[in-house]
């Protein structure tokens, strides 16, 4: 039998309730510092809980974060059991969500080219347009001396 979208709804219970342990203040571990809870994505048989979230800082902030998850994880599977009613509680996996970093990275470079086809579209605005060329028996073109 298909579970629908049981995964899912397990997946946004346990985001919203880890987005609440961590708001409370109620981890004292002070190697978690400001995270964002972006998405979990639970298996189809509800065992492993990846939980995927984002981080401000650089890369020793986001290594120490990604420490101090690891080190708490225990503490956030008992009080997600407690919190939810699952015959068994999945197991926890923090992983950092590179998918906004490439999405801001592709924003950059969409910047990047709206900036230079304006700058193109500038360059060419302020030169002055290529004259064209005199073709004998044009109507447009000077009469040439031969032709009087």
């Not at 987005?19 to 509800?46: K, N």
């Not at 470079?109 to 030169?127: F, M, N, T």
């Amino acid at each position: 039998m298909a579970q629908g979208h049981r995964p899912d709804r397990v997946g946004e219970q346990i985001r919203e309730e880890l987005s609440e342990i961590l708001s409370r203040g109620q981890v004292h571990d002070p190697g978690i510092g400001f995270i964002t809870l972006t998405r979990v994505q639970v298996t189809s048989d509800l065992q492993i809980a990846r939980v995927f979230y984002t981080t401000l800082g650089d890369d020793k902030a986001r290594k120490e974060t990604a420490r101090a998850l690891d080190r708490a994880t225990g503490f956030f599977r008992r009080q997600v059991g407690a919190r939810l009613q699952l015959r068994r509680v999945p197991e926890l996996e923090f992983r950092f969500d590179e998918s906004i970093a490439n999405q801001d990275r592709i924003e950059r470079i969409l910047h990047e080219i709206h900036e230079q086809d304006a700058q193109r579209a500038a360059d060419a605005g302020s030169e002055p347009p290529p004259a064209p060329s005199a073709v004998e028996g044009d109507p447009g073109s000077p009469p040439d001396d031969d032709d009087q």
